[in-house]
């Protein structure tokens, strides 16, 4: 075993060391303090693995990411969820699903819904106290927003039913734990296969299954967007066509956010020179599929539900401040523009990089387009969600820019931030990744500039 490859598992298994203490010891939501220093520690090594990584011999480097990718997946499944309670709520709508109720129709605390509350859920005789509890109408529960109906898409809401389905009666939290862990392994492997498929760094992968964002969000709080982020993957490593579209579409479906990744798989269809024919052959295959996919999975929900469809959706948008007018986000341009301007310009900017993506993207890495739109969408809306910047993190690996990782950098420090009730860090922390994105494109264009003049000069 060459040096490069013992310093590279060393700082792996420090790293899953580091995820497993943060996990059991390193505090939770409702204390704080310490994560953040758990969390620093976690990406200085996955820094330094990475980076090492890059040194050792492709076979080996595979395996070692496969390796560390389910150590660090077995690390994060050794405690219940610490930061996030979202999971008690894809507990409760598989549960509902399985009652022959849509988890549309009824908030938690619906007395419709009163017979399929249980001790774990619902327990009684608390004071409901903890960061992970909350009361309404005299009734304590583990879901959050327990007098809202849920906002998950038809294809999570499905994802929720199978897990149901397979899970012992006493699973708990573990089945969807287990679940995330399958999806983020399985996830490891869709990028593999991708970098084969196109002749890429199979090292590069490493850069998702050894992000800490993976263990703790996709599997210690058990996050249904790594179902999306696989989807998406899946996606843009097949060839553009229907069934780039389908996936797509069942990836929308399970979160809102792949739809961003939809410029990207359509890279360079506006580009000058290319058969307008074809161009709106390619565009009319991907559209139609993602539209009828995610029209089809909603078909059933809709007919039981009706507008009570689309669940909290309307109120989520007005929690968390990105309603036309509200403040609450966009922290980056409320810097330099007036806050009632902020929502129309981030429209506007988000636009015109998905414009530039149609008409200047690489249909053959269709990743980049992905990332250049998803990225900068994160950096203009500033959202306090660490977990949404895991598909940030999965197209950095399929061949993106690595830089891109700050904006997952600066949503949990931003998470955490919130949880310790610091105000005003939006910018601070989401200024700090825009300037490392800034960086590493000026990198990378005087290398690539410095390269060219070689080339001239000899």
């Not at 409702?30 to 050792?56: D, S």
């Not at 022959?100 to 249980?118: H, N």
């Not at 993602?290 to 909290?312: D, E, N, Q």
């Not at 290398?447 to 003049?453: F, P, S």
């Amino acid at each position: 075993m060459g040096v490069r490859t013992l310093c590279a598992t060393a700082l792996l298994a420090a790293l899953v060391a580091v995820v497993a203490a943060t996990v059991r010891t390193g505090g939770d939501l409702g204390h704080p303090a310490a994560l953040l220093y758990w969390y620093a520690a976690a990406w200085v090594l996955f820094a330094g693995a990475a980076w090492t990584v890059r040194r050792v011999p492709v076979g080996t480097a595979v395996a070692l990411i496969l390796a560390g990718g389910i150590a660090l997946c077995a690390a994060a499944l050794s405690a219940p969820p610490r930061t996030s309670d979202d999971m008690y709520r894809y507990v409760w709508d598989g549960r509902v699903q399985a009652a022959g109720v849509s988890p549309y129709a009824y908030p938690p605390a619906a007395p419709q819904l009163a017979r399929l509350r249980d001790p774990w859920l619902f327990p009684a005789g608390t004071a409901c106290r903890r960061w992970d509890q909350h009361s309404v109408a005299g009734v304590c529960t583990h879901i959050n927003r327990p007098s809202e109906r849920t906002i998950y898409p038809p294809v999570a809401e499905g994802w929720f039913l199978l897990v149901h389905a397979v899970s012992p009666a006493d699973g708990r939290h573990k089945p969807l734990q287990l679940a995330g862990a399958v999806l983020a392994v399985v996830t490891t492997v869709a990028l593999l296969l991708v970098q084969r498929r196109t002749g890429g760094d199979a090292r590069r992968v490493a850069l998702w299954a050894w992000c800490p964002a993976v263990p703790f969000a996709a599997v210690d709080d058990a996050h249904v967007d790594t179902l999306g982020v696989l989807f998406t993957v899946a996606a843009l490593g097949t060839a553009a066509g229907a069934r780039r579209g389908a996936l797509l579409g069942a990836a929308i479906a399970v979160k809102l956010l792949p739809v961003l990744a939809l410029p990207g798989a359509l890279s360079g269809v506006l580009a000058p020179g290319r058969g307008a024919r074809a161009r709106g052959r390619e565009t009319a295959s991907v559209l139609l599929a993602a539209v009828g996919v995610v029209a089809l999975v909603y078909l059933p929900y809709l007919l039981a539900s009706r507008s009570a469809v689309l669940g909290y959706l309307p109120g989520y948008l007005r929690e968390e401040g990105y309603e036309p007018g509200d403040v609450g986000r966009f922290a980056l341009l409320r810097l330099v523009l007036p806050d009632a301007s902020a929502g129309p310009a981030a429209v506007a900017l988000m636009a015109l990089s998905a414009w530039y993506v149609l008409r200047r993207g690489d249909p053959e890495r269709p990743w980049h387009g992905s990332l250049l739109v998803t990225g900068t969408a994160l950096l203009l809306t500033s959202p306090a969600y660490y977990w949404y910047a895991l598909l940030v993190v999965a197209l950095v690996a399929m061949g993106g820019s690595w830089e891109w990782l700050a904006v997952a950098a600066a949503s949990t420090v931003l998470y955490v931030a919130d949880a310790l009730q610091w105000h005003g860090v939006e910018a601070a922390a989401y200024g700090t990744a825009a300037v490392a994105v800034l960086a590493g494109v000026f990198v990378r264009a005087r290398a690539r500039g410095d390269g060219d003049r070689r080339r001239d000069g000899a």
